[in-house]
Structures are given as structure tokens and as C-alpha cells.
């Protein structure tokens, strides 16, 4: 079965995009938890950053990337931070690898 991911990826569902190009979508949280959450989510599925392999690498440092370029586009220069949430205890529920980007508000450390 599909994850809501796939879905937008493939264009089954709406979603806000914030960036696409070959590898990844970027999309703006549903539920977010600051007044930037974007989602950024490789086309290609990995469900977890747990089950990536040594041949995920490219597009692992890809997502990172285009983390930090989607950080300087939507005017975070004050900071930000990337989150990976994995596996149950990690608080993850889509069991499609994404990184968050939260911003725009000062985040308290450490995370609940
Ligand atoms: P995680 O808990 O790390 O797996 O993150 C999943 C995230 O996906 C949550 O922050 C949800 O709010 C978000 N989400 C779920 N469905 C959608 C959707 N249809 N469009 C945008 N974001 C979504």
C-alpha cells in the first residue's frame, strides 16, 4: 500500500509544494509545529532513515541540501533545525523517510 507520501509524490493527493526536482519533493506540513514546516521527502521510497543503505548516500546528502537551501529560500537566516524522526519511540508516524524543517520560531532544546 501506498504511504500519504507516495501519494503526493505521484500526484494522488494535494499537498502545498515548496520544491520538487529529480529526487525529492518539498512539501509544507499539514499539521505544522512552527510557522515554517516543510517536509522534505525523497521520491525515491525509503522508509526509514534506519533502513537506508550505503547506495542511499547520494540522495541522503541530497535531502540535507535541499533542507538548507529551502531553509535560506524561506528567509530562516536566524536559525532553524532538521528533524528525523525514526521509528515508534521517535515520534514517527509515516513510515516514508522525510526530513522536517522548523522555523521561524526559537526551538527549545531538548526536543520532548
Ligand atoms: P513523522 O511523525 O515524523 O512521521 O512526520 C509525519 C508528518 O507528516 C507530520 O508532521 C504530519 O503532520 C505530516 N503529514 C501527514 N499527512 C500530511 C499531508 N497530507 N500533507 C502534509 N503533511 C502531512
Given at each position: 500500500m501506498k504511504t500519504i507520501f507516495q501519494k503526493i509524490i505521484d500526484r494522488e493527493i494535494p499537498a502545498m509544494l515548496a520544491h520538487e526536482d529529480e529526487h525529492c519533493i518539498a512539501i509544507h506540513d499539514i499539521n505544522p509545529q512552527a510557522p515554517v514546516h516543510v517536509l522534505v521527502i525523497p521520491k525515491k521510497l525509503i522508509p526509514r532513515v534506519g533502513e537506508a543503505t550505503a547506495a542511499d548516500q547520494p540522495i541522503l546528502g541530497?535531502?540535507?541540501?535541499?533542507?538548507?537551501?529551502?531553509a535560506?529560500?524561506?528567509?530562516?537566516?536566524?536559525?532553524?533545525?532538521?528533524?528525523?524522526?525514526?521509528?515508534?519511540?521517535?515520534?514517527?508516524?509515516v513510515p516514508h523517510l522525510h526530513v522536517h524543517l522548523l522555523g521561524?520560531?526559537?526551538?527549545a532544546w531538548p526536543p520532548g
Open positions: 541530497h535531502l540535507l541540501l535541499t533542507a538548507a537551501a529551502l535560506q529560500k524561506l528567509g530562516l537566516e536566524s536559525g532553524y533545525r532538521l528533524v528525523i524522526n525514526n521509528g515508534r519511540d521517535g515520534g514517527e508516524t521561524k520560531r526559537p526551538l
